[in-house]
C-alpha cells in the first residue's frame, strides 16, 4: 500500500523562504495516487492579456497507471490563487497544523 505513507509526506512552505512555492497536490482517480508538484511562483506563472497568471502542469505518477492529470492554476496580478481545475483526478487539501486542543 504506502498510501498512507505519501499522505504523511506534506511540504511546508518555510516562512523564510525568499521564492514563493506554491505545492500541488492531486489524487488520481483511476489509481488512487497522490502526486505532488511544486511551482515556482516567480517562474512558472504566465502572463496572460486580463492581468492574470496561468500554469499548466502534466502530472504523471510513479506507479503503473500512466494517467496524466491535466492541472491548470489562475492567479491574479498578486499571484493570489483565483482559479485551478484537474482533469482524471481531485485536489487535496493540505491537513492544517493549527489543530486545538482542548482540556478537559
Ligand atoms: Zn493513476
Redesign the pocket.
Known amino acids: 500500500m504506502g498510501f498512507l505513507d505519501k499522505l504523511k509526506s506534506f511540504f511546508f512552505i518555510s516562512p523564510g523562504t525568499t521564492d514563493p512555492v506554491y505545492t500541488i497536490q492531486v489524487r488520481?482517480?483511476?489509481?488512487?495516487?497522490v502526486i505532488e508538484s511544486r511551482l515556482q511562483l516567480q517562474n512558472d506563472l504566465s502572463l496572460q492579456e486580463d492581468g492574470t497568471y496561468i500554469v499548466h502542469k502534466t502530472l504523471m505518477?510513479n506507479?503503473r497507471?500512466?494517467?496524466r492529470l491535466e492541472v491548470t492554476l489562475t492567479f491574479d496580478k498578486n499571484r493570489h490563487l483565483i482559479d485551478r481545475t484537474v482533469t482524471r483526478g481531485e485536489f487535496i487539501e493540505p491537513p492544517t497544523t493549527e489543530e486545538t486542543h482542548q482540556n478537559g
Open positions: 488520481c482517480r483511476r489509481c488512487g495516487e505518477g506507479q497507471c500512466f494517467e
